[in-house]
């Protein structure tokens, strides 16, 4: 180990330890790539083991960057591939043993790719109502709750798109601020119509008689739908005077 003229090994052990970074600070790298992400959904990939931070000896998480750049290849996976969690977790495993392991075609292309002709619909990452509630820290009632508002809503074989967790999540945090279920309905509404504006642009591209179309269809919904989630986040701000960091 390298020493410093007045130091020893603690000294590396200290300096090893300075490049470890807290769990606000990870959101905050990885919020460049992921805007969505949350505190909730980092631990909750922790919970499923997909990441194994350090601890110190008071319990906070220390994250390496090798941790982040794991926690950037889940997320990236999530988020172009439509893995689910335990798939992901084999493939990262594989590649740590050093083995060449495929993964899907992606299901965005951009244009001017060719790719294979994509099903009717993708096959997303799913999560479990019991999971839900174990990731979201919350019991069956205030899940029932939100559901009754239209916040969430299973699919139809009763588990959740993965998207669920950050909904559940950012939920909880709005709790926080005494903002209750029932006034988030107005922001559901607005989704909803958001939503339905980028269907009502890209179904003609869906409804093409080319898959290489239909597949450019794919890629153009989540062009769209990230242009109308900054346009959203830029007018809140403008409306309320204030600059999100």
Known sequence: M???PSGGAGDGTAAADSG????GTVLNVLRDEFPEVTISKIRFLESEGLIEPR????????????????????????????????????????????????LPALGRQRDGETGPEPADGPTAARIGRAELLAAAGIEEEALREWESYGLLAPLEDGVYDAEAVTVASLIVELGRFGIEPRHLRVMKAAADREAGLVEQVVAPLKRHRNPQTRAHAEARTKELAGLTVKLHAALV?????????
């Open 20 to 23: 470890l970074m807290s769990i």
């Open 55 to 102: 601890r110190t000896p008071s319990g906070y998480r220390k994250f390496s960057a090798a941790d982040v750049e794991r926690l950037g290849h889940v997320l990236r996976m999530q988020r172009d591939h439509y893995l689910p969690l335990k798939v992901i977790r084999e493939h990262l495993d594989a590649m740590e043993r050093g083995e060449a392991v495929p």
């Open 237 to 245: 701000q403008t409306a309320l005077g204030v600059r999100l960091p």
């Open 2 to 4: 390298r020493r410093t």
